[in-house]
């Protein structure tokens, strides 16, 4: 079964389907990379691609001609133009398993517990911190660059870490393991225009970091000690302490086990 559309072209159940299919994944396209500067690049291609699309029906040959050659290097230029999204994409789905199951059970509550109590101190103080937790044997090239520390999550040890006094304040520790393995460490900046002004660098760059890699991002303002997260390369901000435990439990608070079993199916 086809419908004629304007005398001469017939669009048939199939031509539906498939027009819808399309339909879908640009939707989703657009979503993903919603918020970036790809979006005008995005929307000149296309706009190329359209008016190349009608000349060639017009019969403008010359015009086609010049266009078809820009068209040609389409593809190498979507590669450029996308090369943050795409490695973004590729990261997620070359995840084997969920963030969310790189801690026990035990240890992670004694380290929510450490981290908590830290962050209320530094909220209330108004001590600027950046703290990022890494699943096993990521975020390698970071600590590598960062003054590497081999402790046990603590309280105090934070404190002491992000103090204005110390040289090893400025830049994010890095949680990974069940243990501190590295502070002062340089997060690539996000460049979302979305972002409010009001955030600074350290959240910027927390954002930046959960762009590209799977890891829970947590964030203390060193102006007003408010509190907040990034996460998938979103910001959530103005927790209370009570919504980020809540957050942490839900993110990285489940059992070891899991993580086992996901990587022997895998």
């Known amino acids: 079964m086809s419908i004629t559309i304007f005398g001469f072209l017939d669009f048939g159940i199939k031509d539906v389907v498939e027009t819808l299919i399309i339909a879908l994944v640009l939707y989703y396209l657009y979503t993903w990379i919603r918020g970036s500067f790809a979006v005008p690049a995005f929307i000149g291609l296309v706009t190329i691609f359209a008016i ?19 068209t040609d290097v389409g593809i190498l230029a979507v590669i450029i133009l996308f090369q943050p999204e795409i490695r973004r994409l590729l990261y997620r789905i070359g995840q084997n398993t969920s963030f969310e199951r790189f801690f026990g059970s035990s240890e992670s509550n004694t380290i929510i517990d450490e981290v908590i109590e830290a962050v209320k101190n530094m909220s209330r103080v ?29 309280s105090k040890l934070l404190e ?36 409010s002004s009001v955030f600074g660098t350290r959240h910027r760059a ?9 890891v829970f991002v947590l964030i203390v303002s060193e102006e007003t000690g408010r509190i907040s997260i990034a996460r998938n390369g979103s910001l959530t901000s103005g927790l209370t302490i009570q919504k980020l435990r809540k957050e942490m439990e839900e993110h ?7 993580e086992e079993v996901s990587f022997s199916e895998g």
């Open 126 to 154: 108004k001590t600027g911190a950046l703290i990022v937790f890494a699943r096993r044997s990521t975020l390698q090239d970071l600590v590598d660059v960062g003054q590497k520390i081999d402790a046990k999550v603590s």
């Open 160 to 195: 002491t870490i992000f103090n204005k006094e110390t040289p090893l304040h400025d830049g994010a520790v890095v949680i990974r393991d069940d243990r501190i393995v590295a502070a002062s460490c340089y997060l690539p900046i996000s460049q979302n225009p979305n972002i």
């Open 52 to 70: 190349n699309a009608l000349v060639s029906v017009l019969g403008l040959t010359t015009i086609n001609f010049v266009l078809r050659r820009i």
């Open 206 to 214: 927390a954002v930046g970091i959960s762009e590209s890699n799977n």
């Open 252 to 258: 990285i608070g489940k059992s070891r086990d899991d």
